[in-house]
């Protein structure tokens, strides 16, 4: 995996005593123009066997001084010098052998072809090592322009370059050249040799070559004057990088062929199934190639228009950190309605999946939690089309229709895709494994682990019950009567699914009621789930129907703006269609025990899950004991709960929710330090919090990393004295993806500020 290595003291001046650039192509005179441009070295010396160019590179102030060879300045060299090697991939071994002959083992070389084994090659024969002075790199960037003249001092800004050091390399050698990157604009990473030249030769050479192959096929047959006459915007696309320069593309078909020769062999094998394919008129097979392809480029299009990258196409996401300012004063007014139930929209991907037929989602969460369960089960195999604007079309392929996945799930952030998919992949025929982002990997799996387990299913976790999970197939599961341990929807409908591929009546005993969604919905699909006060128990061995799923707004989303207008004065906001399922709606029922205005209108049932139009405005809160009762219904709600109890009269007391200490964040201790930075006086207790309502104040609070953490004090700001940061608000996208656009909406001054 790629590490970040780009730093800020890069930005100190000159970083370099001589930059000597051999070979004034695009790259090696725009890094030569941009480190004079910005002062990085006290001289940038330009090398070209060609007078003309040297001349070039002099006249248009590129370098300071020029020569035709390494030999005219190579005594002069020394530690604190740089040499950048910017010829193409295969004289790099030539200009090696000058280093190797004439240059100081103290001055650093690095180079910028475009594959790494070659060069990594090249020093072994040269050296018989690799040197610790070399630092292999790459710069991810260019144009079809080729030449002296096509230079540009500022084509590295937001580009990525790559590193990749040999573990010989030294450590001072490795800095200087990452500085020196840094400082022209670009961000920095290291990888491995093996996996560079494997991912440029999938992303970046084989795009090249087939866009070559065509140009060259189309302008060999008949007039093609003709034919490119009319070629329209999807050929000119396709065939920009055609333009390239030829020499520098041969070297690096050549030297990065055996990874190169890999990919073109895919590719060609899937050419002829698609030949054969359109040749027997096979729709499906087309239908499922194109909108996998479809969906995959338009993913794609949402990280490119994050990295803006150009020249070479990348994998690898630049991350940058979101901050929100969030300014006192705002209001909480208006009429909107919030995304999508994240709980229902998982389980309308998944029971619609194993479905058989097509189901249509309407009002799906195009979060990156929900999103995160759509791609694994396109990863097994599943067709879906969209999202759409809320709009899905599944594909079912019935509950023993998955595919095995060529590659381990990755679930990002979140809990509920991770402990559902494990109870209903412990019946599959193949083995998978499940993993997730690093807040999920810290999070406990024994609680499915277990069960399933006593199912008969075989799953190997990491230390301490965490992912990633590792699930054996082809196991025999049988029902089991699960007595569970904590008050857990997902751990109840994890067991639920397991039972639909377990011979027998499997059963979930709740401690105290949880969501049920996982039930009403089965149902929905024609399942039979029987309920029995807290028994839920259903039949293994059957089939789900195809349905119409609408997914209401989420009313865990709702609660922050439930508690913005209940805290400021003034306040008057309706939150449309949203899920008020008896077993979530704690946020309500709390509230209203603080003294909340709060008044439910156009009451329906929409799919067996009630949906109602929640009014609230302003009314002064007094702090409350929370029933015990009411904390599974309100599990996620309580970030915003605090902050009501923050803003309320008296003292709020919570028990009984140790379940908060293991979510996206210890959210106890989170919401705690934050409302202490405050200016609160909120004690965390083992199981829960006692806040003590008061005048907030401002300051930079931490999110965590937890999406509730960070939207929880947004809305803080609404009551605080002065300005409220909210450091690292990323993972918001996880269940709230335009929350600062609805923030705003309703009159809260949120910005969100990005940061390298
Ligand atoms: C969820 C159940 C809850 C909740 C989570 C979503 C679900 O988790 O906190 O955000 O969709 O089943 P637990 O089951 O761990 O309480």
Not at 115 to 130: F, H, N, P, Q, T
Not at 680 to 691: E, L
Request: proline share 4%; glycine share 10%.
């Amino acid at each position: 995996m790629p590490n970040d290595l780009s730093s800020p003291e890069a930005m100190s001046k000159p970083i370099v005593n001589r930059l000597v650039v051999i070979g004034l192509g695009l790259i090696g005179s725009s890094l030569a123009a941009a480190a004079r441009e910005k002062g990085l070295a006290n001289q940038v010396i330009g090398i070209s066997r060609r007078t003309s160019t040297v001349e070039m590179a002099l006249k248009m102030g590129i370098i300071d001084r020029g020569e035709a060879s390494l030999t005219a300045i190579a005594s002069e060299l020394d530690a604190g010098d740089l040499l950048v090697i910017g010829v193409p991939t295969l004289a790099v071994s030539k200009v090696l052998q000058d280093c190797a002959d004439l240059l100081s083992s103290e001055v650093t070389i690095t180079d910028v072809a475009s594959v790494k084994g070659s060069v990594i090659k090249a020093a072994m024969d040269v050296y018989g090592l690799v040197p610790r002075q070399l630092v292999p790199g790459h710069p991810i960037a260019g144009s079809e322009k080729s030449g002296v003249t096509a230079f540009n001092p500022h084509l590295f800004v937001d580009h990525r370059v790559i590193l990749t050091p040999d573990t010989a390399t030294g450590a001072h050698h490795l800095q200087r050249v990452t500085d020196i990157w840094s400082a022209v604009g670009a961000t920095v990473t290291s990888m491995d040799v093996l996996e560079h030249d494997e991912i440029l030769a999938a992303t970046s050479h084989l795009p090249h070559f087939l866009a070559y192959s065509l140009v060259d096929t189309l302008a060999s047959m008949g007039d093609n004057r003709e034919i490119f006459r009319y070629a329209a915007g999807g050929f000119r696309d396709f065939t920009r990088i055609a333009a390239s320069d030829p020499v520098m593309w041969r070297d690096i078909a050549l030297a990065n062929r055996e990874s190169i020769l890999v990919i073109l062999d895919k590719v060609m094998g899937n050419f002829q199934e698609m030949r054969s394919a359109i040749d027997s008129g096979d729709q499906d097979y087309l239908m499922d190639v194109f909108t996998r392809a479809r969906d995959a480029r338009n993913n794609f299009g949402k990280i490119l228009e994050q990295q803006a990258l150009q020249g070479g196409i990348q994998s690898p996401m630049v991350e940058k950190t979101i901050n929100y300012r969030v300014l006192p004063g705002g209001s909480a007014r208006g009429d909107i309605r919030v995304p999508g139930d994240k709980s229902m929209s998982h389980r309308s991907i998944m029971l619609g999946s194993l479905a058989d037929g097509l189901t249509e989602v309407t009002g799906f969460l195009e979060g990156e939690d929900s999103l995160a369960t759509l791609q694994a089960f396109r990863d097994m195999g599943v067709i879906i089309e969209g999202p759409e604007k809320g709009r899905l079309a599944i594909h079912g392929v019935g509950l023993h229709g998955l595919k095995a996945p060529s590659k381990p799930l990755y679930l990002g952030n979140s809990g509920t895709s991770i402990r559902l998919l494990s109870g209903l992949l412990a019946g599959q025929a193949f083995d998978v494994e499940l993993c997730g982002d690093a807040s999920l990997s810290g999070r406990p799996m024994g609680r499915v682990a277990e069960p399933l387990r006593s199912m008969g299913a075989v799953i190997e976790t990491a230390e301490g019950g965490r992912p990633p999970l590792k699930i054996k197939g082809g196991q025999m599961l049988h029902a089991i009567d699960y007595q569970m341990p904590m008050a857990s929807a997902q751990v109840k409908s994890c067991v639920l699914l397991a039972g639909l591929y377990a011979q027998g009546t499997t059963s979930v005993i709740e401690p105290a009621p949880t969501r049920d969604h996982t039930e009403r919905m089965l149902r929905g699909f024609g399942y039979q789930v029987s309920t029995d006060g807290s028994k839920a128990s259903l039949g293994g061995g059957g089939q789900l129907s195809a349905t119409r799923i609408d997914v209401p707004a989420d009313i865990s989303s709702s609660a922050f703006f439930m508690v913005a207008a209940a805290i400021v004065p003034g306040s008057d906001i309706t939150l449309r269609h949203v899920g008020v399922n008896p077993t979530r709606v704690g946020v309500i029922n709390i509230l209203r025990q603080m003294g909340a205005n709060i008044v439910l209108s156009n009451e329906l049932d929409v799919g067996g899950e009630p949906v109602a139009d929640v009014r609230v405005r302003y009314a002064p809160l007094k702090g409350i004991t929370i029933p015990e009762d009411q904390v599974p219904l309100a599990i996620d709600e309580f970030p915003a709960i605090f902050i009501a109890a923050a803003c309320a009269e008296g003292t709020t007391i919570l028990s009984g929710a140790e379940e908060l200490r293991v979510k996206e964040s210890d959210r106890i201790q989170s919401m705690a330090d934050g409302l202490v930075i405050l200016g609160i006086d909120a004690q965390p207790t083992v199981d829960g919090i006692c806040i003590l309502g008061g005048q907030l104040g401002s300051g930079s609070v931490h999110s965590h990393d937890d999406h509730r953490i960070a939207m929880a004090f947004s809305i803080a700001a609404l009551r605080a004295s002065g300005e409220i940061i909210v450091l690292d608000c990323n993972n918001v996208g996880t269940s709230f993806p335009d929350f600062v656009g609805l923030a705003g909406q309703i009159g809260i001054n949120l910005t969100s500020e990005t940061m390298s």
